[in-house]
């Protein structure tokens, strides 16, 4: 019986290829079930050492998960998900939509700093306490195709040009990964004469509203105003429930990990969750 958190067959079919055992060696535990702890853990937020034992020892299936996040293999999974959608025509590149969210960092993700400070592991201190980004890239369906960690403190416009440089889906056959869509469409958090250039640059729309601010100086230098595009501007929405679908997961939602690459690889896992069918 598939549980609600664990991998159906289809889903297990796609990814399988990718985590072949190896050749030599003494036998090593079911792929599978591993995955299904860890996605147990992802889905709960509890911690390793109450890892149920249908799902064998806890240890093996952290160090597992451990081996799997310095060696790349979520990112992996992930691009070769959004390769295999994007062949049958499945993602969606006419809009991409950018935001953040802010995840509050459990006390217990507080250990790893060092002289007073966080140093690369992605936690800063705001009015909300210790707080931890994610800045995402989605697809016009909501599906995520990219995204980026900081600090809660990081300003939303100083993170857009390292998630859109993130997005890289490849082809099946010959040909450069897909990288550009046809309109980027985000809030007034990313109103900035660089962000718009960028995006001018790459020939890429850009259908992000004004701050009143930005509105009331070109006014006074007698320019005119950007054209917003309020019809794509209202598909914005869909970067906010895949926030929401993201989030359902608790280990995701609220930040344990004293280390950034086992966040992020549990952020990486989430969104393989979204494009698995």
């Not at 295999?84 to 025509?89: E, F, K, P, S, T």
């Not at 201190?125 to 599906?143: F, M, N, P, V």
């Not at 926030?243 to 690889?265: G, M």
């Amino acid at each position: 019986m598939v549980r609600r958190h664990e991998l159906t067959d289809e889903s297990w079919a796609v990814i399988e290829p990718l985590l072949a055992p190896p050749r030599m060696g003494r036998p090593v535990r079911d792929r599978r079930q591993v995955v299904n702890g860890i996605l147990w853990k992802l889905s709960t937020g509890a911690a390793w050492r109450d890892l149920p034992e249908r799902y064998g020892p806890w240890k093996t299936v952290y160090e597992r998960f451990r081996r799997w996040s310095a060696d790349g293999t979520w990112d992996r999974l992930l691009a070769h998900v959004q390769q295999h959608n994007d062949a049958v025509g499945a993602v969606d590149w006419t809009v991409v939509c950018i935001d953040s969210t802010t995840v509050r960092a459990h006390q217990h993700a507080a250990g790893a700093r060092k002289g007073g400070l966080w140093p690369g592991e992605a936690i800063g201190r705001s009015r909300g306490g210790l707080t931890t980004k994610i800045h995402l890239a989605c697809d016009g369906q909501g599906r995520p195709l990219a995204f980026t960690l900081s600090a809660g403190n990081v300003n939303d416009c100083t993170q857009f040009e390292q998630v859109m440089a993130r997005i890289s889906v490849g082809r099946r056959g010959p040909g450069r990964p897909r990288t550009r869509p046809e309109r980027v469409v985000a809030d007034k958090g990313y109103s900035s004469t660089k962000i718009r250039s960028y995006l001018r640059r790459r020939g890429i729309k850009a259908a992000i509203p004004e701050r009143i601010d930005q509105i009331n100086g070109r006014i006074r230098r007698g320019e005119s105003r950007c054209r917003l595009d309020r019809a794509a501007y209202r598909r914005r929405n869909v970067v906010e429930r895949c926030f929401n679908k993201l989030k359902h997961n608790k280990a995701l939602a609220t930040r344990y990990d004293k280390r950034a690459r086992h966040y992020q690889a549990l952020v990486t896992l989430a969104c393989l969750r979204l494009w698995l069918p």
